[in-house]
């Protein structure tokens, strides 16, 4: 009697499972679309709405444009002066995280071996960087580089991103530094090897995936930052993309079709990027994540 009533319930379970299992996948499948489609959504649209005039844009501002409107894109490249300030980007961004990186990665070195007792407050005190607001030392770095003749330069930029560009660094890089494997850099002193020579060839190299992702979020962030420059990169031979982009937005009336294209433009290298590095950028997060 007992095999009579288990066998029928046997099929029916089975079937239970592959229901729960197919509601799961499609309620993942479903979660996966509705977040690509929340970030994809605001790209197509800034691409769409880059070839539109102002009046089309404001007729029919999410339909395709019935004119394409490509001049948009040398219009900016003039008007907005892409010419100058998308070199200017290029070169703040690129020397303030390249520092900025390899900086961090010297502090969270030291600071990973612990061999002090004030590391974990040095740590702490690092990390807290993140908590300060730009708009609080603005103020005070506007003093200090007129002081010392760097205001209206790039390097009034430079200088401080590489600040500010420490706290999140050190916050990634510790962890990833305290998991090294000591016994190979205490091989490698054994061999002779000096300070200098473990941390460039032994320290960076294993550090690699945690680099690029310091250097990333870094990056995009120092990329898109628009209040330091507007206040600092007065002249417009040192100006940066956003606050070029801004010269189209009036009072009184806004070139929607030039702003739309011009962030474009200063969207393009950064996706290209992170396309690029994206791998890297996965597994270094996670390395952060496991090891620290």
């Given at each position: ?86 070199p ?21 070195y ?15 005190l ?7 607001p730009v708009?609080a ?38 962890p ?16 002779g ?17 945690g ?12 990329w898109?930052e628009f209040?330091i ?36 433009v ?27």
């Open positions: 009697m007992t095999n009579m009533t288990a066998t029928p319930t046997a099929p029916l379970q089975r079937s239970q499972g592959s229901l729960g299992l197919l509601l799961g996948k499609t309620a993942r499948t479903a979660v996966l679309v509705i977040a690509s489609l929340w970030v994809l959504g605001p790209i197509l649209f800034m691409v769409i709405a880059s070839f539109k005039s102002v009046p089309e844009f404001f007729i029919n501002p999410f339909g395709l444009p019935a004119d394409w409107k490509v001049e948009n894109y040398s219009r900016a490249w003039t008007d907005a002066q892409l010419s100058l300030t998308l200017n980007t290029i070169i703040v961004t690129t020397v303030a995280v390249l520092i900025s990186t390899i900086l961090a990665t010297m502090i969270a030291g600071l990973s071996r612990k061999e002090k007792k004030w590391a974990m407050g040095l740590y702490t690092f990390v807290a960087g993140l908590l300060v708009h030392i603005i103020l005070p770095l506007f003093i200090v580089l007129k002081a010392v003749g760097l205001f209206g330069t790039l390097l009034a930029l430079i200088v401080p991103y590489i600040a500010m560009g420490l706290p999140l660094g050190v916050l990634v890089l510790t990833i530094a305290a998991a090294l494997p000591r016994d190979l850099i205490n091989a490698a002193r054994m061999d090897a000096t300070e200098w020579q473990i941390f460039w060839r032994i320290v960076m190299p294993l550090m690699k995936p680099l690029i992702s310091v250097a990333i979020l870094n990056g995009v962030w120092m898109n209040f420059p507007l206040i600092l990169a007065f002249k417009p031979e040192v100006q940066t993309m956003p606050v070029g982009i801004v010269s189209f937005i009036g009072a009184y009336s806004t070139e929607w079709g030039l702003v739309f294209s011009s962030v474009t200063s969207t393009l290298p950064v996706v290209i990027a992170y396309l690029l590095m994206t791998r890297q950028f996965q597994s270094g997060l996670t390395a952060g994540a496991v090891k620290g």
